[in-house]
């Protein structure tokens, strides 16, 4: 199957400073993930497309400074939310699709970071 | 881009019962459509998708239905059971690397 591994699972962190997020695939090679956040009790809105070896692409109205993307390499995808504020605290999680080259079907989603900013 | 509506956003149905939920989608080269479970606090799972060159698709209890004129399809359950209760999502993209349009969510309950 398609595994993706996002780490950690839980964060708390203090106003003003910066968390960094991971996402993984285990078992295939993604050049493109995506970053999604979810509030509560709502869908998940997509906040930018990670490439491998280029710029992230954001949604509008998703702030590239605030939210850093890097895809270094084609199995680990990091968001770093900067100078994280209260209303930043919500539940980000990735996915990745394992392309048709390599058996891929459908995308995978990772386990999601509950990020509480106080 | 891609708009994708669903309905309703709650359901409750008894065990046993049958339960739809409807999607809609705005662009017409869309070619994958994805449903996803996700309970509370945990990552969305893959339950069944359909690709546009089908028209109907079944895995157990779950179908799902694509009406590409009419730019709708549908997630069917039968003989729902409480472990059923969650919240689902529609989706549709391109195929691809493009990316998933999600629905809004129907948080479906099944009373024992």
């Known amino acids: 199957g398609a595994v993706v591994s996002q780490h950690p699972s839980r964060v708390i962190c203090k106003s003003g400073t910066s968390v960094k997020i991971e996402c993984r695939s285990l078992?295939?090679?993604?050049?493109?993930m995506f970053w999604y956040r979810q509030f509560p009790k709502k869908s998940l809105m997509l906040m930018a497309t990670?490439?491998?070896?280029?710029?992230?692409?954001?949604e509008q109205g998703v702030e590239k400074d605030k939210f850093l993307i890097n895809h270094a390499s084609l199995t680990l995808s990091t968001l770093t939310v900067t100078s994280a504020h209260p209303e930043d605290s919500s539940f980000y999680i990735c996915?990745?699709?394992?392309?048709?080259?390599?058996?891929?079907?459908?995308?995978?989603f990772g386990s999601g970071t509950r990020l509480t900013v106080v | 881009g891609e708009n994708v509506e669903q309905h309703p956003s709650t359901l409750s149905v008894q065990e046993g019962d049958s339960a739809v939920i409807k999607c809609t989608y705005s662009?017409?080269?869309?070619?994958?459509f994805p449903w996803y479970k996700q309970e509370l606090g945990k990552r969305p799972q893959l339950i069944i998708d359909?690709?546009?060159?089908?028209g109907e698709k079944k895995d157990q209890r779950i179908a799902v239905t694509l009406n590409k004129t009419a730019k709708h399809f549908s997630l069917h359950i039968t003989e729902t059971q409480p472990e059923d209760s969650a919240v689902y999502f529609c989706?549709?993209?391109?195929?691809?690397?493009?990316?998933?349009?999600f629905g809004k969510g129907t948080m479906l309950l099944v009373s024992p």
């Open positions: 996915s990745a699709r394992k392309p048709p080259g390599q058996g891929g079907y459908g995308y995978t």
């Open positions: 078992d295939f090679q993604a050049t493109t």
């Open positions: 990670s490439n491998e070896g280029s710029k992230a692409t954001y």
């Open positions: 662009d017409s080269a869309s070619n994958y």
């Open positions: 359909i690709r546009s060159n089908v």
């Open positions: 989706a549709a993209s391109n195929s691809g690397y493009s990316t998933l349009t």
